[in-house]
T-cell receptor, first 110, second 114 residues
Framework: EDQVTQSPEALRLQEGESSSLNCSYT??????LFWYRQDPGKGPEFLFT???AGEEKEKERLKATLTKKESFLHITAPKPEDSATYLC???????????FGQGTTLQVKP | DAGVIQSPRHEVTEMGQEVTLRCKPI?????LFWYRQTMMRGLELLIY????????DSGMPEDRFSAKMPNASFSTLKIQPSEPRDSAVYFC????????????FGSGTRLTVV
């Protein structure tokens, strides 16, 4: 069964304290690994798509990387406005659907 | 672009009542997805459409749930009769040409069944 697991469930950082979020996946026929950001009361917002092991993508203080079994979202020198829940998801097989992990809730304190 | 538009934003209803949630996808997007989000189960795919045709409804929890997409610019998710365990945030998302472009989500409908 296709599965996506994120860790940790929650992460508290001081402003400027870099860290990484983990997304482990088991899926047959990976069709992309997706990262989303979700703010309270809003829908998830698309951040990145990664397709092959070794691929990396960056956006401001965020960098996503992909291996054959997991993806990392590295947050460099975070700011309070980076506080949100970060979700990863995998595309599976030839369908259009995404399977989401439970998310990591990040809180960055000033 | 106005994005994916969902209505209502909040819905409070009594158990046993019919509930209809609405979604307008982004113009030009040909795939539409309905998700449900709860603390316990996270984001769960209920059903998705491609070119207005339902492709996979295996996530629809029971016969009480039904979804339609009569045209490319409108979809509904109906629950009849509603139950307290249906309380959740329901999201609609759309994308173009399948998974590879990533979804755009709406702001969701928070449903409370009392």
């Amino acid at each position: 069964e296709d599965q996506v697991t994120q860790s940790p469930e929650a992460l508290r950082l001081q402003e400027g304290e870099s860290s990484s979020l983990n997304c482990s996946y088991t899926v047959s026929g990976l069709r992309g690994l997706f990262w989303y950001r979700q703010d309270p009361g809003k829908g998830p917002e698309f951040l990145f798509t990664l397709y092959s092991a070794g691929e990396e993508k960056e956006k401001e203080r965020l960098k996503a990387t992909l291996t054959k079994k997991e993806s990392f979202l590295h947050i460099t020198a975070p700011k309070p406005e980076d506080s949100a829940t970060y979700l990863c998801a995998t595309g599976s097989g030839n369908t259009g659907k995404l399977i989401f992990g439970q998310g990591t809730t990040l809180q960055v304190k000033p | 672009d106005a994005g994916v538009i969902q209505s209502p934003r909040h819905e409070v209803t009594e158990m046993g009542q019919e509930v209809t949630l609405r979604c307008k996808p982004i113009s030009g997007h040909n795939s539409l997805f309905w998700y449900r989000q709860t603390m316990m189960r996270g984001l769960e795919l209920l059903i998705y459409f491609n070119n207005n045709v339902p492709i996979d409804d295996s996530g629809m929890p029971e016969d009480r749930f039904s979804a339609k997409m009569p045209n490319a610019s409108f979809s509904t998710l109906k629950i009849q009769p509603s139950e307290p365990r249906d309380s959740a945030v329901y999201f609609c998302a759309s994308t173009r040409n399948g998974v590879n472009y990533g979804y755009t989500f709406g702001s969701g409908t928070r449903l409370t069944v009392v």
